[in-house]
């Protein structure tokens, strides 16, 4: 009987494997022998790192989303369906028009989402970049302030050694708002407050969760006038008096909160059942080396959803999608797994308007950060404009 | 560069040593200065990428490959699907596949792309 492969995502991670494991398995496609279905919510796929360029006026959304239709190959069956309920044990899934999908092997792509309504008011008063409509608003508050005050928070998962979206986001978008407002000729108006709060996955009262990058950030920080603090972790936020208090008995004011919110998984992810992580946050307990979820039988993570120390980000995803597309393949040849995911992220981190650094780290080896160069934000930009595209296709 | 000059630190001359010593071929043959003009070439390069030229490339290149990229995955389908059968499809075959819509699609997509092309002619 033929076996059904079931991804639950359109995002950048579902969608590359969903790709390489239409070319791994081609044999077999041709054979009638594996079948590869995508479930999604949206019939668009977004490159989700363009909201933060959105915050700063830098990218319209026509040219940040494309049909995820056009990203798959022709072999896989795509599907607009919201998925509302996973039944493991049955080894099928429900999705909101009520169709039922049964598959031989899942995997779980569904990414995570901002909740910064977990946060006292935050979501009345913060900003955040993490999704287009936020980052709109976030631009236009940019756009005109004139004079004040900009706090940047950074709000991590309370499951312990699991990081916020995307490490290197609060950095990033610190720098381009430093250069933004000079753009605009009111840098010397606006002050920028960098914070960092006490428990950053393993590290304590630091910059970022990375060591060797958190030691160069005072020097980059002070030569742009840009003001940091260490131990600053967001409890709770006044919207009528523009103050920001934090755990540690702070309180800060501000004009604009720019804050890396709590995240979560999706709903239908929160009530699988499937995740022990705390707080309701909804991670999978994932192994590390195969990327199967534990306590189940034949279903994958990839991506935001999994509860691993690795970055929540798409240059995670590139690393994690062979392994999984070798383990099925591999899972349904030879009754094994036999691909190890060995922790490595690769990426540009756009450090300023126009400069980039090129990064990689594993399970094993920290960022080991450069000077940043003009050239590697061409490599970025090349990248956001037309290399991604390539990416999600698996061609590269 | 004087190498033997004392103010390089000892732990850097053997490394400088040797790359004189790899280098020397090319410095004796005149071809060092080939090499030289060529890192200027790639520093003018970069100096002249502006991010504007860099979307268009980007652009350009999206557009390359999504396009190598459908053609070929539709090569690779319509090639499995015809191998198929050993027998070639017959007539009534061909039109059945007519009445599919996704072969109206293409065929339409085929028609409006040639019409296109005149139009440019």
Redesign the interface.
């Known amino acids: 009987m033929s076996k059904r492969i079931v991804i639950v995502g359109g995002g950048v991670g579902g969608t590359m494997l969903a790709n390489q494991l239409a070319g791994k398995l081609y044999p077999e496609i041709l054979r009638g022998e594996v079948s590869i279905a995508l479930l999604s919510n949206s019939p668009d796929h977004f490159y989700k790192p363009a909201f933060m360029y959105v915050a700063f006026n830098l990218f319209f959304q026509e040219e940040l989303k494309r049909a995820e239709r056009s990203l798959l190959r022709p072999e896989i069956t795509f599907n607009v369906e919201e998925v509302t309920r996973f039944d493991f044990p049955g080894q099928r899934l429900k999705t909101r028009s009520g169709k039922v999908y049964d598959y031989d092997f899942l995997v779980i792509a569904t990414g995570c989402v901002p909740a910064p309504e977990r946060i006292e008011g935050l979501k009345e008063a913060g900003d955040h970049f993490y999704q287009y409509e936020p980052a709109r608003q976030l631009a236009q508050r940019l756009s005109t302030i004139e004079k004040g005050r900009i706090f940047i928070t950074v709000s991590f998962p309370q499951t312990p050694n699991v990081p916020h979206q995307c490490g290197i986001a609060p950095v990033e978008t610190t720098l381009m708002l430093d250069d933004f407002l000079r753009r605009r000729g009111v840098r010397d108006k606006v002050e920028i407050i960098y914070t960092y709060p006490t428990t950053a996955q393993l590290l304590r009262n630091c910059l970022f969760l990375q060591r060797p990058t958190g030691e160069i950030l005072p020097s980059i920080f002070e030569q742009k006038n840009i003001r940091f603090q260490r131990g600053f972790t967001l409890k709770r936020v006044d919207p009528d008096k523009k103050i920001a208090y934090s755990e540690e008995g702070d309180e800060q004011s501000f004009d604009i909160l720019m804050a890396t919110p709590p995240i979560r998984a999706v709903d239908a992810v929160l009530e699988s059942g499937a995740s022990q992580a705390p707080n309701h946050e909804g991670w999978l307990p994932t192994n590390h080396e195969t990327l199967q979820v534990y306590g189940l039988e034949n279903v994958y993570v990839i991506g935001d959803t999994v509860d691993l120390p690795v970055s929540k980000a798409g240059g995670a995803c590139h690393n994690q999608a062979p392994v999984i597309a070798n383990n099925i393949a591999a899972e349904i040849r030879l009754g094994t797994t036999i691909a190890v995911y060995d922790g490595r992220v690769q990426a540009v981190a756009q450090m300023g308007l126009n400069a980039g650094m090129p990064l990689w780290y594993d399970y094993q080896h920290d960022v080991l950060p450069t000077p940043p160069t003009k050239l590697g934000g061409l490599l970025r930009h090349g990248f956001n404009r037309g290399l991604y595209w390539a990416v999600a296709r698996g061609m590269l | 560069m004087d190498l033997s000059n004392e103010s390089i630190s000892p732990a850097i001359s053997p490394v400088l040593n040797a790359l004189m010593e790899k280098l020397k071929p090319l410095i004796d043959g005149g071809r060092l200065d080939n090499l030289v003009d060529l890192l200027s070439l790639v520093s003018d390069l ?1 100096d002249l ?1 502006d ?1 504007p030229m ?2 268009k ?6 557009n390359a ?2 396009t190598t ?1 459908s053609v070929s ?2 090569i690779r ?1 319509a090639k ?1 699907d015809s191998t198929k059968s050993e027998q070639p499809p017959g007539v009534y075959q061909l039109l059945k596949l007519l009445r599919e819509p996704d072969t109206r699609r293409g065929v339409g997509f085929a028609l409006k792309t040639l019409n296109v092309i005149g139009r440019q002619l």
């Open positions: 970069v990428l991010p860099v979307e490339l980007a652009v350009l290149f999206e490959t999504a990229w995955n539709a389908t499995a």
